[in-house]
């Protein structure tokens, strides 16, 4: 069993796991558009390839998999998620199954906007949202809403461009330079985030850890603590049910007077998740196993409460 990661950029953690799972059972395989991404010196074999908008790429990736015969591939990045959700079934043709969710899901994770739509048509928990600034600011002249507010990207990841504005004059400049910002309402609580399984083949949930996070850095998880909670267990399982995700995710919820409020989904590993698989929590087998023909076991919660996760920084030395 080969497994094919692309743009694997400094998620060596994520490598090393899959090649520990593996255990010398098959390869990891891991791909950029760099040859200076340390990732990929802790795969076993590693493709430099063009970046994911260039044309032919996935004929590239493609090749790759039947080459390698590769058995289950996945992407670390948010764009290359739906560009290998709308060709499942060109890597099915060639013996590789998709490791992640739906197309729909993954363009709906990428749209900010969207998925605060869905998340208030189905009744959840989430912060104010607009696309139209008006609508915002009559809002705000009706006590409805209040600043400190975000103004980011409605397309965006990793908390790039992302401002806290504290009033009209800023709004209006930020809306003047660049299109398709959206306003967020300021969720003032504690942040958490859950590393998600969802069994490939059955549907259920089947893995959740969830984290305090005490400190972000660049968009990312940079200090957290390990917590429990059946109330918010049973919320993601609700909410994961009704959205219909497969595989590995991660979701950013806050936590506001014992209320849960859902932020963001991620329909991949989180730049946290090595937490959870420190904690016990091994998503890497749980992959293996479904790529086998196996449903896994439901094990929701099954890690220890007060363990902390701190980065820090490491290098890599190579002579090219």
Request: aromatic residues 10%; hydrophobic residues 40%; charged residues 25%.
């Amino acid at each position: 069993m080969n497994i094919l990661i692309l743009s694997v950029g400094t998620r060596n953690k994520i490598v090393q796991y899959f090649r520990k799972a593996l255990a010398g059972n098959g390869l990891v395989i891991a791909t950029d558009c760099s040859d200076i991404a340390p990732a990929i010196y802790d795969a076993d074999k590693y493709y430099i390839v063009p970046r994911m908008t260039a044309p032919g790429y996935l004929d590239v990736i493609l090749d790759i998999c039947k080459k390698e015969q590769i058995t289950g591939v996945l992407s670390l990045i948010d764009p290359e998620l739906s560009l290998l959700a709308e060709h499942t079934a060109d890597f099915e043709a060639v013996g590789t199954t998709v490791i992640g969710s739906a197309y729909d899901l993954c363009e709906m994770a990428l749209d900010k906007f969207q998925m605060y739509g869905w998340l208030v048509e189905h009744g959840y928990n989430c912060a104010k949202s607009y696309m139209d600034k008006e609508t915002f600011f009559a809002d705000v002249d009706a006590g409805l809403i209040q600043y400190p507010v975000f103004v980011k990207p409605a397309g965006g990841s990793a908390s790039i461009s992302i401002s806290k504005v504290y009033d009209r004059e800023t709004v209006e400049l930020l809306f003047a330079h660049e299109d398709g910002l959206m306003i967020q309402e300021f969720l003032n609580g504690q942040e958490i985030g859950a590393d998600v399984y969802i069994d490939m083949i059955s549907g259920d949930v089947v893995s959740i850890f969830t984290k305090k996070k005490l400190k972000m850095r660049a968009g990312e998880t940079d200090k957290a603590v390990s917590f429990k909670d059946d109330k918010l267990f049973a919320l993601i399982e609700k909410f994961v049910g009704e959205a219909g995700y497969r595989g590995q995710i991660d979701i950013d919820i806050f936590e506001i007077n014992g209320e849960y409020f859902i932020s963001e989904v991620n329909p991949r590993f989180g730049g946290g998740y090595p937490h959870a698989y420190e904690c016990g929590c091994d998503h890497m087998k749980l992959i293996l196993n479904n790529l086998s023909g196996n449903v896994n076991i439901r094990s929701i919660g099954d890690y220890e409460e007060g363990i902390y996760m701190m980065k820090y920084n490491e290098v890599m030395i190579k002579k090219m």
